[in-house]
């Protein structure tokens, strides 16, 4: 196998971990041309937000300094003629994305956990009668305008005493696998068909345009996907890990704090990473919630397109600073993601 | 302390799968659970551990009826097959963590650390994480992280599986010295009865849920209570070949040796061990055999016999030269054969 001839060299891996020449060569070509693709129109964005009008429209113009003389009258305008108006949107989204992700990880990762190590058992009967309940309950308030603590009281005790006595003869249950599906099946409809419902209820209460509102709603969207990606990571985690814990004397809660939650970290970075680049990017809740207090980003970077034609150089302001805590975010959780944390816990 | 099982079962919906466990286990005492894989040893220790609820019957540890404890207030210490070491945290705070949940002050914490890694030579490794160790030091962290409190009962649910054989060997002897030096109440739950004789004051034998026998590890071999026990202990195991019992002597196909002292019975279940049994000439045996095959071992050749469809293994010295299908008659000392009901498998005494 010394001689190999040049034909071998190019195009036979040498061995198994490793690639030919020939196949290096393309996929670093595909990889750079791929980087192009998605880098350039940051590049673009970034240097767009430097032009003048004229510019952009004699355009295209791509080297700053060659092309064309930079201009900051663009971030001057965002920043010191429109001032607030800029700036309310912007800790709007950074308030709103925050707090809703937190909540989000925090809630979704405790009821994932929950579907892991716990065993569920909903007998089909006791679901029944919970949805006859509640439809009677309802139509008891709204048409005969019962008052709704009585009511809401009345269902419960009949629940609790149903769910306690004819609810157990039921054979057929639900088990862990039909509730995670039903958590990601709110996610399945496109989030349209909730708008509206939504939309209602909110003006119903009184909380159209808050940040409770936008807080509460991109929680809500958000929970499935949280439940759905860190159920696999707690399941990744032996339960010996566990067992020895509580045989070391842990309580149910520090062991979810000193050996779950470390060893989910790469997991839980992931997610609130994904999930909060949703909220901040979110569009078209944001469009029927939030008319001016709560307003937030991509809102405002739509407004650009408004009256007076696109006024791409703001817009390309507004996108820039949009983009930059994500990246930011990204960065401080890259070290977190890494993986290979579990090596060693158990086997030789 | 003293641990006692009384008619301990346990049931996963109608699969009884541990069936009335009756053990008195003293203080100090090194007791193996031995038995088949599947057999219900580790359901069994986790019963004790806590980690699994006991379905009928009661446990006791000390004066203490633990039955219905939750583990964390057993105060019992438990190597699982697995190591289940920390992964995130150093080799300190893994052996540290039962003492740092009692909220030891932090100096005597370390000092526990040092003296738990010092019994299991580790003190050079504190400060690693578990993926930095191999599977024999990992092994040793799990020791002292149960050593580094002291518990009540030692729980070990095959510590020593995932070893190679002679990594396997040499912690084998540094447990037993470790456990006679502390004198902890100690279950070890293990298949290998090589680990089982070596290491315990008392085996017990279980098979499907039922305990069979539980003696010392030489009345276990000498005396086994049922042709079970009798199978399980020993390599190679105890032959056992079926015949009959009347007039002083068991009659099996091809022969009979000389048995006094037993009723007679149709049929009998008939146990002697490889080494109490000798090859000599055709003519002269008890029993006409036939060579099957022979293994030279380096200090003893196994000799496997034919017998119709049966086989009986014979243990011979290493200079012993015979051909497979040669002809030979084997001699069985009557002193050390069995007796068991070849019906229900147990034992038949005289
Ligand atoms: N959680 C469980 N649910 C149902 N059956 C189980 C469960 N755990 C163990 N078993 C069964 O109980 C039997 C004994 O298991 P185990 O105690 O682990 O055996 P071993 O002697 O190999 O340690 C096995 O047949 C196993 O299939
Ligand atoms: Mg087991």
């Known amino acids: 196998m010394r001689d190999r001839s040049l034909f071998q060299r190019m195009f036979e891996p040498p061995s198994l971990t490793e690639m030919a020449p020939a196949s290096r060569l393309l996929t670093y070509a595909i990889l750079i041309l791929w980087a192009i693709v998605v880098l350039f129109p940051l590049y673009w964005v970034f240097i767009t937000s430097f032009k003048l009008p004229f510019q952009v429209n004699d355009g295209p113009d791509f080297i700053p300094f060659v092309d064309y003389q930079p201009s900051g009258h663009a971030w001057r305008y965002i920043f010191v003629e429109l001032g607030n108006d800029t700036l309310r949107p912007y800790m709007n989204s950074v308030i709103i994305a925050l707090t809703s992700t937190v909540l989000a990880v925090t809630i979704g990762s405790l009821a994932a956990y929950a579907l892991v190590r716990i065993q569920y058992n909903v007998k089909i009967g006791t679901v029944a009668g919970f949805i006859v309940l509640l439809t009677a309950t309802v139509f008891a308030i709204t048409r005969f305008g019962t008052p709704w603590h009585i009511t809401a009281v009345i269902a419960l005790a009949l629940f609790f005493f149903f769910a306690t006595s004819f609810g157990r003869h039921f054979k057929r249950s639900l088990g862990n696998n039909d509730i995670l599906f039903w958590i990601i099946s709110n996610r399945i409809l496109p989030p349209v068909v909730a708008v509206l419902p939504i939309y209602l209820m909110f003006q119903r209460v009184g909380l159209l345009d808050t940040h409770v509102a936008m807080i509460a709603t991109y929680m809500a969207v958000n929970l499935p996907i949280v439940v759905w990606l860190m159920r696999d990571f707690f399941a990744g985690i032996p339960i010996d890990l566990e067992e020895?814990?509580?045989?070391?004397?842990?309580?149910r809660i520090r062991i979810f704090a000193t050996i779950v939650l470390p060893l989910a970290r790469?997991?839980?970075?992931a997610t609130f990473l994904l999930v909060l680049i949703l909220a901040w990017n979110e569009y078209l809740l944001a469009l029927f919630i939030s008319t001016a207090d709560a307003q937030t980003m991509p809102l405002l970077?739509?407004?650009q397109n408004a009256t007076r034609g696109p006024q791409w150089w703001y817009m390309s302001v507004l996108i820039v600073i949009m983009i930059a805590p994500i990246i930011l975010m990204t960065i401080l959780l890259q070290k977190h993601i890494a993986r290979g944390l579990m090596v060693g816990a158990v086997k030789g | 302390m003293r641990v006692q099982l009384k008619d301990i079962r346990k049931s996963y919906g109608s699969l009884e799968v541990v069936k009335g466990l009756n053990l008195d286990i003293a203080e100090g005492e090194f007791l193996v659970l031995l038995g088949e894989s599947g057999c219900g040893k580790s359901t069994a220790l986790r019963m004790i551990a806590g980690l699994e609820t006991i379905t009928q019957g009661s446990l006791m540890i000390g004066d203490r009826d633990v039955t219905e404890v939750l583990p964390k207030y057993r105060n019992v210490a438990m190597v699982f097959q697995s190591y289940a070491l920390y992964p995130h945290m150093t080799v300190a705070e893994n052996i540290g963590y039962p003492l740092k949940l009692q909220k030891k002050p932090k100096d005597e914490l370390k000092k526990a650390v040092l003296a738990a890694?010092?019994?299991?030579?580790?003190?050079?490794?504190?400060?690693?994480?578990?993926?930095?160790?191999?599977?024999?030091?990992r092994q040793r962290v799990a020791l002292a992280r149960a050593m580094v409190r002291t518990p009540s009962v030692f729980l070990m649910d095959e510590p020593l599986s995932n070893l190679d054989a002679k990594l396997r060997g040499v912690m084998r002897a540094e447990l037993k010295r470790l456990q006679a030096e502390l004198g902890v109440t100690t279950v070890y739950v293990t298949h290998d009865q090589i680990e089982a004789m070596t290491l315990a004051h008392r085996v017990a034998v279980m098979d499907a849920g039922v305990l069979q026998q539980v003696a010392p590890p030489k009345e276990i071999y000498d005396n086994p209570a049922t042709r079970f026990v009798a199978r399980f202990i020993g390599s190679p195991a105890m032959n056992i070949v079926t015949g009959s019992v009347a007039d002083g002597t068991v009659a099996v196909r091809d022969g009979s040796v000389p048995l006094e002292r037993f009723a007679p019975r149709e049929r009998v279940s008939f146990g002697f061990r490889p080494e109490d049994c000798n090859l000599v000439a055709p003519e002269?045996?008890?029993?006409?055999?036939r060579i099957f095959s022979t293994e030279m071992t380096g200090?003893?050749?196994?000799?496997?016999?034919?017998i119709g469809e049966d086989h009986v293994v014979v243990r011979m010295d290493k200079d012993f030269d015979m051909e497979a299908d040669e002809l030979v008659g084997i001699d069985v000392n009557p002193e050390k054969a069995r007796l068991f009901d070849y019906d229900s498998g147990e034992r038949v005494h005289a």
Not at chain 2, 299 to 306: M, Y
Request: hydrophobic share 40%; net charge negative.
């Open chain 2, 284 to 289: 002269d045996g008890m029993l006409k055999a």
């Open chain 2, 117 to 137: 890694a010092a019994k299991v030579h580790l003190e050079d490794y504190l400060e690693r994480m578990p993926r930095q160790l191999s599977g024999g030091q």
């Open chain 1, 266 to 269: 790469p997991g839980l970075a």
């Open chain 1, 301 to 303: 970077v739509a407004a």
């Open chain 2, 299 to 306: 200090n003893e050749t196994i000799v496997t016999c034919a």
């Open chain 1, 244 to 251: 020895s814990a509580e045989i070391d004397g842990a309580s």
